[in-house]
């Protein structure tokens, strides 16, 4: 991506019946860790009690052989997150688990629920006191005000009283349950590693385990894995599904399957329609590392121009990365992205990318490009420009800071200084991606499937500073 300003929301892995079910997890998360980089955690049930670690930092910092190694138990839940609600500190860290009148239970939540500041609201002043902020926490009081010993029941009735996005797993000491909200924003899939279920936001991270992806979990489906097998449950059907788009344009690895099509497939499909919309006179066809890459071997298939990686990406900046100073921003662009000089100079270069947020980083890599001796500049973007906020798990800035929701194409490419600009249209989308009326567009429309309170939606807003620790 150009622009380094929305984020990853987060990814969720669990399995059921496995000897090394933690190990099984630290896997998952492994191949899941592009969904979420600030924290990461793992919950392990022994049918005797829940242990949970979890910590601030990368899964594979955090997840030594040692405390793998106390992680004893045959199910298990696990969770890497990027924070969409709720400070990046550690209380924040999922799994989230407590005890309460049936046992101890662990959640782990990828998604937004866009009604929780009022939920919590009314549950506070029925005097639920929250560890966290969380909207994630939200589940577990509304679970613990059930009355009766239905697990599954239960759980249909708390999560019917929230709106938004969720992908959910949640385990007891001898159970593990996957529940996708009704419009299935976030992707679930389910998959069998030889007499064991696992659960995965995707499908990138069965392959690593050898494990056999099965089908998804449905949106507005509950499914309870236990001794007994797997038995499945409605929540609430919506009236059509609302996949994320993002999830294909940008946010899932192009080597996973997500709602039912392949990631990198769709992506390069973008770059050939781009390509017919916006064709362009050049040397060379450029992806801005790593999003941009299958787009940009669309274009290139589809305009016959050649693809050439002319940046270079460091894989290895890390959040503890020092800038020798803070003001100049464009340091700190070049350190994570840089052109390849011997490719760049003197050519037409189209560079493909996925989305422009806010531009300001776009324009950096712009001018970098024209140091680097770029004759000209074209930018296609596999995205329509996001002119609204997401509500629905992506953290995305407020609608006042998104350069598309109040500049028009013209005077964007005027401020990023190339000489020509394109995003790809709504058609193309549809045409890429096909039955595009099942998929959210509300960053490009502002056609939010779901009422959203825009000022309240984000429970940390009403009481703390935003930070940001990317650079
Ligand atoms: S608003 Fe945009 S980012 Fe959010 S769920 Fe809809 S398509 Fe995805």
Request: glycine share 8%; proline share 4%.
């Amino acid at each position: 991506m150009f622009d380094f300003n929305i984020k990853e929301e987060c990814g969720v892995f669990g399995i059921f019946n496995h000897l090394d079910a933690s190990q099984m997890v630290y896997l998952g998360l492994y191949s899941l860790q592009h969904r979420g980089q600030e924290s990461a955690g793992i919950a392990v049930s022994n049918r005797d009690r829940i242990c949970n670690f979890r910590r601030m930092g990368l899964v594979s910092d955090i997840f030594k052989p040692k405390v793998i190694k106390k992680l004893t138990g045959s199910i298990a839940i696990g969770h890497v997150r990027y924070s969409t609600s709720g400070f990046s500190i550690e209380r924040n860290a999922q799994p989230f688990s407590v005890f309460y009148d049936k046992g101890p239970i662990a959640v782990s939540h990828n998604g937004n629920i866009s009604n929780a500041f009022k939920v919590r609201q009314d549950l506070e002043k029925e005097g639920a006191i929250f560890q966290t902020m969380l909207d994630s926490e939200i589940i577990v009081h509304l679970l613990a005000k059930q009355q009766g010993n239905d697990l599954a029941q239960n759980l249909i009735n708390s999560l019917n009283q929230l709106q938004g996005a969720y992908s959910f797993l949640v385990m007891t000491e001898d159970k593990l349950i996957a529940a996708r909200d009704p419009w299935g924003f976030r992707p679930l899939c389910l998959g069998k590693l030889g007499g064991s279920y696992v659960v995965s936001s995707e499908t990138c991270a069965f392959d690593l385990i050898g494990a056999k992806y099965l089908r998804e979990v449905e949106p507005g489906e509950l499914v309870v894995i236990s001794d007994e097998g797997l038995k499945s449950y409605d929540i609430n059907k919506a009236e059509k599904s609302q996949y994320c788009i993002f999830e294909h344009i940008y946010f899932a690895r192009p080597d996973s399957v997500v709602f039912g099509k392949s990631v990198q497939a769709v992506r390069k499909k973008l770059g050939r329609e781009l390509a017919k919309e916006f064709p362009a006179d050049v040397d060379i066809v450029i992806p801005v590392p790593d999003s941009g890459n299958y787009a940009a071997y669309g274009y290139a298939e589809q305009s016959g121009i050649p693809f050439e990686m002319g940046f270079v990406r460091n894989h290895y900046v890390g959040r503890t990365f020092i800038k020798p100073n803070q003001s100049d921003r464009s340091f700190a662009v070049k350190v994570k992205l840089n052109p390849v000089k011997d490719i760049i100079k003197g050519k037409r270069i189209v560079v493909v990318d996925d989305s422009i947020v806010r531009a300001t980083t776009s324009k950096l890599r712009v001018d970098a490009l024209r140091e680097a001796g770029a004759k000209e500049v074209h930018l296609r973007i596999s995205a329509p420009p996001i002119t609204n906020s997401c509500f629905f798990g992506i953290d995305t800035p407020e609608k006042n800071r998104l350069i598309a929701a109040n500049n028009t194409v013209e005077e964007i490419q005027a401020f990023l200084g190339v000489d020509s600009l394109g995003y790809i249209s709504i058609e193309g989308l549809n045409l890429a991606v096909g039955d595009v009326d099942k998929f959210c567009l509300a960053c490009f429309t502002g056609e939010y499937p779901l009422p959203v309170e825009e000022d309240k939606d984000k429970l940390h807003l009403e009481n703390t500073t935003q930070i940001d620790f990317d650079f």
